[in-house]
């Protein structure tokens, strides 16, 4: 153990200029978690990762199985006797069927012998770090014997000291999703939604006159569905309205981002994003407020009472109510561009 608690010592010190800081923290006894930042050389991530691997084989040999949540490295795969890929991008919620997946691999791996240790390992900051351990120390709650209690509450310490909580509001929902499909709390849906409306609360304040020029891209399992085109929106308008037909089919993990189209170029900026699972919608609407919308959370120029609002029905055809809107200069929504399918 002291060869890794020296190592874990030397690199939280502070770095010099051809140094890599790791993050390398004991969990529990038998989970442990180690974070290197995106940025910094290869050579060097490759240079501390053997370093890294060559100490848990000197206290754990083989009995240790790497957990990665950044995108699949052949040197990580290299360097250690068993790894399995889990990666997702970060910043987002993993699938929630991956969720499941890692803590069910984490739980029967620690489970098959008392000399087995996880490594959850990360390339790029600790937001998915986070979403595993709050997922796994719900799963534990519900799925676990009461002997593991001191288990859960040293993985609580270490997530509310090290991590910080959970960065995204999409990254909680999930986390949500799971606990209450463990718990039975949430019953699943399992058919296909179409996705007919999408509306925005409120003006986002993104160009100097107090407008914005939005789009809107759909992902289904991270895969792109559907483009809107760009609409021009001013100060004045209370809503955006963006009407599709026929509706998209949905069903499983969604993605959706709202960009703003800057007037020059092809560059483009976030407004908002948000995930959710087709699963837990019962209803035919999804409204999330500021507060539940990735980016828009912490960013002052999406309005404080804005909300975002998803119409959708059981057939793509469907004729979907939704509320009387009041539109300043109603023109400018029929005119704008036209949406289109990727």
């Known amino acids: 153990m ?4 020296d ?40 240079y501390t990762l053997k370093e890294v691997a060559n100490m848990l084989k000197t206290k754990h040999g083989d009995n240790y199985l790497v957990i990665n949540l950044s995108e699949k490295r052949e040197d990580l795969i290299k360097t250690n006797p068993q790894v399995v890929d889990f990666g997702w991008p970060d910043h987002l919620a993993p699938p929630l069927e991956r969720m499941c997946s890692i803590c069910k691999s984490i739980d029967s791996w620690l489970n098959s012998d008392p000399q087995r240790v996880v490594v959850i390992h990360c390339k790029g900051g600790k937001g998915r770090i986070a979403v595993v351990t709050a997922a796994y120390m719900n799963y534990c709650n519900i799925c676990s014997s009461n002997d593991q209690a001191l288990d859960r509450f040293a993985m609580r310490r270490f997530y509310d000291d090290k991590l910080g909580g959970l960065p995204q509001p999409s990254q909680r929902r999930y986390v949500h999703y799971f606990t209450g499909l463990l718990s039975s709390a949430i019953t699943v849906n399992s058919e296909t939604l179409y996705l007919h409306h999408i509306l925005i609360h409120g003006v986002p304040n993104f160009d100097t006159k107090g407008g914005c020029r939005p789009f809107i891209k ?8 559907f483009t809107s085109g760009i609409y021009t929106v001013t100060d004045n308008m209370q809503k955006v309205w963006i009407s599709i037909s026929p509706g998209i089919p949905l069903r499983g993990d969604v993605l959706i981002k709202c960009y703003h189209k800057k007037p020059r170029g092809n560059h483009r900026e976030i407004i908002w994003r948000c ?10 609407g999804l409204v999330f407020s500021r507060q539940e919308l ?11 009472n804005g909300k975002v609002e998803f119409v959708f029905s059981r057939d793509a055809e469907g004729l979907v109510k939704v509320s009387v809107f009041i539109f300043p200069f109603f023109q400018n929504f029929l005119s ?3 949406v289109h399918y990727l």
Do not use: W
């Open 336 to 338: 704008f561009s036209p």
């Open 275 to 284: 995930q959710f699972h087709t699963c837990a919608i019962s209803e035919s």
């Open 2 to 5: 002291s060869n890794l608690r």
């Open 218 to 225: 759909v992902y289904q399992g991270m895969q792109p569905m």
């Open 7 to 46: 190592l874990i010592s030397k690199n939280q010190e502070p770095a010099g200029e051809n140094q890599l800081v790791l993050d390398l923290t004991y969990v529990m006894e038998r989970i442990i978690a180690i974070s290197f930042p995106a940025e910094g050389h290869d050579d060097l991530y490759c």
């Open 294 to 304: 990735d980016e828009a959370c912490n960013d002052p120029r999406f309005p404080e």
